[in-house]
């Protein structure tokens, strides 16, 4: 299969601008902390509402300005700290070490082939996880992309044309979210690679654990994106975990972003190869797919 360019790029579904020390989609930010950078990642509203407890300051005025005046009080260990408490996705650049391997990988048991297409479960929403299950789909999978009604993937409706190309070729099926423990373990139990997005503590309230997982179907490959790695409760977008990898520019003494939210195509690739190694290995197991470390990897490649 040769794999379509454009699932990389989302600059006909998302407004963008060249990169520099602000991402290209405007939301993320590189500043000057009092021992180093950090990238302060702030999408959503309630991002912005809780930077004034980041910085324990009275809240008021625009929030950028206060982020850029106010953080080279900071150290980034402090504002890291905070903002994981906060549930913000900020991030020391470099702060994360270029691992051996792209994907951390352990190993269950053996995969089995039957000769019929691959059967993927895809419990991922945005961008790494739906492309990692594209490149399946691609390939003559049988792609089942699921999520809950209370928390649906935004891409439909934020890059619809995105979406199309990312998950056009899978059938989708939502549910509430009191019904998804159950019919994702059954679903997953006849299934060939499941992948998700989630943190750990979220797919533990569904029940979907390693030890029942693979106790129910020990031949599945689980494929585990997340933007720190699965023993981490923080929270990453592409470009954070990019700064946080190291992978940037780095211009008169100042980092800047290179791409678009790059570490989030650079995941899912990764872990779809990471996937179809093990397959053809004759291996089952989990994939521990982190956006992060995935960046670091890249970036120590120079």
């Excluded at 891409?155 to 549910?175: F, I």
């Excluded at 997953?188 to 690679?193: E, Q, T």
């Excluded at 791409?259 to 994939?287: F, N, Q, V």
Aim: proline share 6%; hydrophobic share 45%.
């Amino acid at each position: 299969m040769l794999l379509d360019a454009s699932i990389l790029d989302r600059s006909d579904s998302v407004p963008l601008s060249p990169p520099g020390r602000q991402s290209a989609n405007g939301a993320c930010r590189l500043i000057s902390a009092r021992d180093g950078w950090i990238a302060a990642n702030l999408p959503r509203t309630d991002d912005l509402e809780a930077i004034p407890a980041l910085l324990e300051e009275a809240p008021g005025g625009d929030i950028w300005a206060m982020l850029e005046l106010r953080t080279p009080r900071h150290s980034c260990a402090s504002l890291v700290g905070r903002a994981k408490l906060l549930g913000l996705a900020i991030a020391r650049v470099a702060e994360t070490a270029a691992p051996e391997l792209p994907c951390s990988i352990l190993r269950v048991g053996e995969s089995q082939r039957t000769g019929k297409p691959l059967r993927v479960i895809d419990f991922s929403t945005l961008w790494a996880g739906p492309l990692c299950g594209s490149i399946f789909a691609g390939m003559g999978a049988e792609v089942l992309k699921l999520d809950t009604t209370e928390r649906p993937d935004p891409t439909p409706h934020t890059a619809p044309v995105l979406d199309r190309r990312l998950n056009g070729r899978k059938t989708r099926q939502s549910m509430p979210i009191a019904e998804a423990g159950r019919t994702l373990n059954d679903l997953i139990a006849r299934s060939d690679i499941l992948i998700t997005s989630a943190r750990t503590r979220a797919l533990d309230a569904l029940r979907i654990d390693q030890a029942r997982v693979f106790a129910r179907n020990p031949s599945l490959i689980w494929i585990a994106i997340t933007g720190h790695g699965r023993k981490s409760s923080r929270i990453a977008f592409g470009d954070d975990a990019a700064a946080a990898g190291g992978l940037l520019d780095w211009r008169e003494g100042a980092p800047h972003f290179i791409g678009d939210a790059i570490a989030d195509p650079l995941t899912g690739m990764a872990a779809a190869a990471s996937a179809l190694a093990m397959r053809e290995r004759g291996e089952s197991g989990m994939i521990d797919a982190s956006l992060s470390h995935v960046a670091a990897y890249v970036a120590a490649q120079g």
